[in-house]
């Protein structure tokens, strides 16, 4: 595993919706909060909570107690440009994004920034996405959380490759829920992650996010061995 300082930009992508990038957003924040860190999380476009619900940037600062900010929100449940279609929206521009991970960049040390579903979701109405952030900011890089079971390879190579093939750094997988008791199939998907040249950074416990929060907190490093090893002192 290579074991190069983290950029201040980290982007936190999944092989899918619902594998647990929030909670693993979350864990890499309090992991650079324990390490001394000063740390933001952002998320673009927040699609599927209504005014005045909680979002994922709700979640990480429940979990964490950092203050993460929310771009764009849409009420309804699926990817942002057809959410945005439906509400005869316009969403922010890339540049507008860029600005802002560039703004919280001015005042921490490590900016965390959370994609809507996989990879390539269209963030914006000229269809950018993730990966279109990633590459317009310099000092960045993609963090890949993938789930810990059956079809996970494949995934999990689809979106290395896409990122390869832009040109993009990886930083490591992280498995985003991993059970107590693992079948063969997610303990040979788990050695698999491990021989990959960006590493498996770690595993978030099946069960993380309905931890007492003072628990997650102080648990998140252990969790993120390959991260702790990135993380530089502020
Ligand atoms: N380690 C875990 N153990 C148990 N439940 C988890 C774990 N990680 C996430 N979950 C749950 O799974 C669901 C999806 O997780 P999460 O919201 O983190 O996914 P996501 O990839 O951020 O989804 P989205 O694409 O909507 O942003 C949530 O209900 C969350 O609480
Ligand atoms: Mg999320």
Known sequence: MSES????VVLVTGTDTD???TAVTAAVVATALAA???VT???PTQTGVAPGEPGDMAEVDRLTGAAAVEGVRLRAPMAPRPAARLESAGLPTLEDHVGRVAALAVCHDLVVVEGAGGLLVELTDAGETLADLASALPDSGVLVVARSTLGTLNHTMLTREALSHR???QLGIVIGSWPD???????TNRDEFET????LLGAIPRGAPTLPVSTFRTSAP????GLVQRLGTP
């Open 41 to 43: 999380a952002y998320k």
């Open 181 to 187: 008791d693992p079948d063969v199939i997610e303990r």
């Open 19 to 21: 594998v647990g990038k």
């Open 36 to 38: 001394g860190l000063r």
């Open 196 to 199: 990959l040249p960006e590493g």
């Open 222 to 225: 252990a969790w993120l061995p």
């Open 5 to 8: 300082r983290l950029p201040p």
């Open 167 to 169: 040109g993009i750094r």
